[in-house]
């Protein structure tokens, strides 16, 4: 059943969201030449830089699928930021002196003055086909969510979402993205903060907040830090520190969208500082978006959590045949809630080991259970699976009575793959929709306008930056680059209007036709990693490299390109190593090519 909303709630919403658009587009209008228009005349300070980098990363999805995460698998994501306070220092001592010396309006003007145009041209392409994907995920994700909890329609969603940046940014370009951040952050900070306090207020008197951390430490969901080399664990301090800061090192340093945040500053000083005030605040941040996905777990041993949280699937699978076995297992988790919710009672003045261990096997059974709901969902829409999952269930039922062991966690990893292989054309997934349902289910009136205000001003925000810096690359980099005589300002802002428009139309069309990933903020993070390792390298190559021309760097990154990809869709390594392997690959390619190409 579709959530309706209270008329304060509906009034919060179109408040917060028509004062940002109106007052961004008021505040920035009239931009006459291309230094105002896309580099908001230099004049940003050096906060409103930080925040307008934060709010460009903090998308929808961050507070949507980051808090999923956390429910689900603990605050072990937080990792995968490690590696940004380094890159933040060194993008500040390598990057941002050379932007600011050559006085660039993109990254990639640079490549031209090192190496030649069509090296240039390929990295801008490079950004425009990975942004461009990126733009349309941003204002999908949350529209697609709010689309099955609230019954809007999604295209129109898509195209809402998609209008609101339009108007704004086409008005005022970078600035008009700058001024306008400042008030999302502000919103989105709001709103999280007043969610986490009414979360904790939720949960039993008798419960504190140290119990209640307690209780999530027993199930590993506090789990912050996991030191193993096992390249199949995403997350890992190894692959936040390495995978991560080559990833943050090419979208801070390389991606247009992040690169024509700092480049608004008005000064070099102003740049660096924006930029280090984003390192020391993001990975505290994400930790806290995290922390609040974790307490939503926390509430939900003491209140009854649905098996699938999108209820649309729910009641497609109770209608089907399936219905009966759906209930069991509703049964199931009813029983084993009331032995959870006692258990967590017993933790905050018990704090034995043994309870800790069987609030822990409870928690994994409950795992499986919700497994089991995802492809009973699945079965309802389509039984190609039934037979292997029929067998599989049985082999599970008889090892439930140790959780812990080696058969059962093979046989729960068994069922895992199974699912994943069913799941591809189902929406079963529900992580993703988990922290949308607790909003519209348990906050009070008021409160959910203002996090449907959060979760939509995230995903202008990103959106936002995308497009200006999409019709930016476009304008300067391919179209500008590319004309036989100077057209002068008006004519290249008035393009640059036209093809931030274009593009604005394009993410709206992407987001059409998209489709749910497992998680969208690693669906995200995995477009970065096919590319940003490869446009890394390139830049490298530029600043450290100066015996490398351009012929040997074009093809380099293009064989890079195509061996990342194959990588990627083989599946040899997390996506996360992606990053560092396509900034060696190419660095390596361009060393072997560079004595050829200097023989012909």
């Given amino acids: 059943m579709a959530q309706t909303l209270d008329w304060i709630d509906w009034t919060v919403l179109i408040a917060t969201l028509a004062t940002i658009v109106g007052y961004g587009t008021w505040k920035t209008r009239g931009s006459k030449n291309v230094q105002d228009y896309?580099?908001?005349?230099?004049?940003?300070?050096?906060?409103?830089?930080?925040?307008?980098?934060?709010?460009?990363?903090?998308?929808?999805?961050?507070?949507?699928?980051?808090?999923?995460?956390?429910?689900?698998?603990?605050?072990?994501?937080?990792?995968?930021?490690?590696?940004?306070?380094?890159?933040?220092?060194?993008?500040?001592?390598?990057?941002?002196?050379?932007?600011?010396?050559?006085?660039?309006?993109?990254?990639?003007?640079?490549?031209?003055?090192?190496?030649?145009?069509?090296?240039?041209?390929?990295?801008?392409?490079?950004?425009?086909?990975?942004?461009?994907?990126?733009?349309?995920?941003?204002?999908?994700?949350?529209?697609?969510?709010?689309?099955?909890?609230?019954?809007?329609?999604?295209v129109t969603l898509n195209i809402v979402i998609g209008a609101l940046v339009i108007i704004y940014t086409v008005s005022g370009g970078t600035k008009a993205v700058t001024v306008t951040q400042k008030q999302q952050m502000f919103v989105i900070f709001a709103g999280m903060v007043a969610a986490l306090v009414i979360i904790i207020n939720m949960i039993p008197d008798e419960v504190s907040v140290i119990d209640a951390v307690d209780i999530a430490g027993a199930t590993g969901k506090m789990q912050v830090l996991d030191f193993s080399f096992d390249l199949e664990n995403r997350y890992t301090v190894w692959t936040g520190l390495i995978g991560g800061t080559f990833l943050m090192l090419s979208y801070f340093g390389t991606d247009q969208s992040q690169v024509q945040r700092y480049l608004s500053g008005r000064s070099m000083k102003e740049m660096q500082m924006g930029l280090l005030f984003n390192g020391l605040l993001k990975v505290p941040m994400q930790f806290f978006i995290l922390f609040v996905g974790v307490m939503v777990f926390v509430f939900y041993q003491f209140n009854p959590a649905p098996l699938n949280f999108i209820d649309k699937s729910t009641e497609k699978v109770l209608v089907s045949e399936y219905g009966n076995e759906y209930r069991e297992l509703q049964a199931k988790q009813a029983t084993?809630?009331?032995?959870?919710?006692?258990?967590?009672?017993?933790?905050?003045?018990?704090?034995?080991?043994?309870?800790?261990?069987?609030?822990?096997?409870?928690?994994?059974?409950?795992?499986?259970?919700?497994?089991?709901?995802?492809?009973?969902?699945?079965?309802?829409?389509?039984?190609?699976?039934?037979?292997?999952?029929?067998?599989?269930?049985?082999?599970?039922?008889?090892?439930?009575?140790?959780?812990?062991?080696?058969?059962?966690?093979?046989?729960?990893?068994?069922?895992?793959?199974?699912?994943?292989?069913?799941?591809?054309?189902?929406?079963?997934?529900?992580?993703?929709?988990?922290?949308?349902r607790f909003i519209l289910k348990h906050l009070p009136t008021g409160l959910i306008g203002l996090l449907l205000a959060v979760i939509l001003s995230a995903a202008m925000s990103s959106t936002a930056s995308e497009i200006n810096a999409l019709a930016t690359i476009t304008s300067i980099d391919l179209y500008g680059r590319n004309l036989k005589e100077d057209k002068g300002e008006e004519h290249m802002v008035k393009m640059t209007k036209l093809f931030?428009?274009?593009?604005?139309?394009?993410?709206?069309?992407?987001?059409?036709?998209?489709?749910?990933?497992?998680?969208?903020?690693?669906?995200?993070?995995?477009?970065?990693?096919?590319?940003?390792?490869?446009?890394?390298?390139?830049?490298?190559?530029?600043?450290?490299?100066?015996?490398?021309?351009?012929?040997?760097?074009?093809?380099g990154a293009l064989i890079t390109q195509a061996i990342v990809i194959i990588g990627w869709w083989m599946d040899w390594m997390p996506y996360l190593w992606l990053n560092l392997f396509g900034c060696i690959l190419v660095i390596f390619i361009a060393h072997i090519l560079q004595p050829l190409q200097a023989k012909k």
């Fill in 336 to 436: 084993l809630f009331s032995q959870k919710q006692e258990l967590s009672l017993k933790l905050s003045t018990d704090e034995s080991e043994r309870t800790r261990i069987q609030l822990a096997k409870l928690d994994s059974i409950e795992k499986t259970y919700r497994l089991e709901s995802k492809f009973l969902i699945k079965k309802a829409i389509d039984s190609e699976y039934a037979n292997s999952y029929t067998k599989l269930q049985n082999e599970l039922e008889g090892l439930r009575t140790n959780p812990v062991s080696e058969a059962f966690i093979n046989k729960e990893n068994e069922l895992k793959t199974l699912y994943n292989d069913a799941a591809k054309d189902t929406e079963t997934n529900d992580r993703d929709y988990m922290f949308i």
């Fill in 500 to 555: 931030t428009l274009g593009w604005g139309i394009v993410a709206i069309i992407i987001a059409c036709f998209a489709d749910l990933a497992e998680n969208l903020i690693q669906l995200v993070n995995i477009i970065g990693s096919i590319f940003y390792g490869n446009v890394l390298g390139i830049f490298l190559l530029a600043f450290f490299f100066k015996h490398i021309k351009g012929n040997a760097v074009f093809v």
């Fill in 38 to 154: 896309v580099r908001g005349g230099n004049t940003t300070k050096w906060w409103t830089i930080g925040l307008s980098v934060m709010a460009t990363q903090a998308s929808a999805i961050t507070f949507l699928s980051t808090t999923g995460q956390a429910f689900s698998d603990g605050m072990g994501f937080v990792q995968f930021y490690f590696g940004l306070p380094i890159a933040m220092v060194i993008i500040c001592l390598v990057f941002i002196p050379l932007y600011h010396r050559l006085k660039v309006y993109t990254a990639y003007e640079f490549l031209e003055n090192r190496f030649d145009l069509k090296t240039r041209s390929l990295t801008a392409i490079l950004f425009l086909i990975q942004r461009g994907l990126a733009a349309g995920i941003t204002i999908f994700a949350p529209a697609i969510i709010l689309s099955v909890v609230l019954g809007w329609n999604i």
